[in-house]
């Protein structure tokens, strides 16, 4: 009843919120892609999408057809897998961005695990900056990070907007330094963060540096000052800056898939992982259970 590959387009759609951004993760044309999504609300007899010509946005429908179609296609790939007798085997390096520390992203891997238990998984959790050294430098097979803004690699994930954060309670005085807490270099939304700031003539100040991103929500809990965060990665107990502390925009970020160039059994491995974090993209943008 649902095409496979009406599956991934409708995932890719829905993760993405663009049919443009969703043709160039799938190598489609985008005419291609409105193609897909429309035979399938027309297997389905619903509309899974509400669109106009500024934005795309899931109906209820659309909603609940996530996890049907991540289900349908988990299962369509262990059907191909079992029947075609390919077993992914070796070892795979796989790095992920401090910004996936609170995320939902344990139960993706967890699950690629139970599909592939030959491949000896090694997780990496570090800055997105320091991610694509260690996969330039041959250390790493794949990686999920921000992309970096002068390196146009990648597959993309999702692009999300960055905002200013704190504690609620905290306030900003116009005539100081504005108190940052911030990763180390080469941190990509420290980055981001002190450029806004310095084209706007804003004044600063580093109170607060941390290469954990637990050690940095503690330290904004705590009211030391705001960090530069992603807007739909939200840690508890922190808002966004309202608009009258009058601080810059930090404008969008990309979150990319990055493969390495280690042939053989990496390869397909890393293209196993890479499936399965595209196709579970959705649980990226929520919180982990208990957190």
């Not at 010509?53 to 899931?58: D, R």
């Not at 659309?62 to 390919?86: I, S």
């Not at 540096?209 to 000052?225: E, K, P, V």
């Not at 009258?244 to 970020?253: D, F, H, K």
Request: overall charge neutral; hydrophobic content about 40%; glycine content about 10%.
């Amino acid at each position: 009843m649902y095409d496979p590959s009406q599956l991934r387009t409708f995932l890719a759609v829905a993760q993405t919120l663009s049919f443009t951004q969703a043709a160039r993760r799938l190598g489609l044309r985008q005419s291609t892609v409105s193609q897909h999504v429309r035979r399938l609300e027309d297997a389905t007899g619903r509309q899974l999408f509400t669109r106009d010509t500024h934005s795309v946005e899931l109906t209820e429908d659309g909603e609940a057809m996530l996890g049907f179609a991540r289900r349908l296609l988990e299962v369509h790939e262990q059907a191909t897998a079992f029947f075609t007798g390919t077993r992914l085997r070796g070892r795979l390096r796989f790095g992920a961005s401090e910004d996936f520390v609170l995320t939902r992203l344990p139960e993706i891997l967890e699950g690629f695990r139970h599909h592939h238990p030959e491949v000896d998984l090694e997780l990496t959790v570090e800055l997105s900056g320091t991610l694509h050294e260690r996969l330039a430098a041959g250390k790493l097979d794949l990686v999920l990070a921000k992309r970096r803004p002068e390196d146009p690699r990648g597959e993309p994930v999702w692009t999300d907007r960055l905002v200013w954060i704190g504690a609620e309670r905290l306030r900003l005085d116009p005539d100081r330094p504005v108190p940052l807490i911030v990763y180390p270099p080469p941190g990509i939304t420290r980055a981001l963060a002190l450029e806004a700031l310095e084209r706007e003539g804003r004044a600063w100040r580093i109170a607060c540096t941390s290469g954990s991103l637990n050690g940095l929500i503690a330290a904004a809990r705590a009211g030391l000052g705001v960090m530069a965060h992603s807007q739909r990665l939200l840690p508890p107990g922190l808002v966004r800056v309202p608009d009258r502390a009058e601080l810059p925009e930090l404008g969008e970020v990309d979150f990319v898939l990055v493969h390495g160039r280690r042939p053989g059994a990496a390869a397909g491995a890393a293209d196993a992982l890479a499936a399965a974090i595209l196709s579970g993209g959705d649980r990226l943008h929520g919180s982990a259970r208990g957190v």
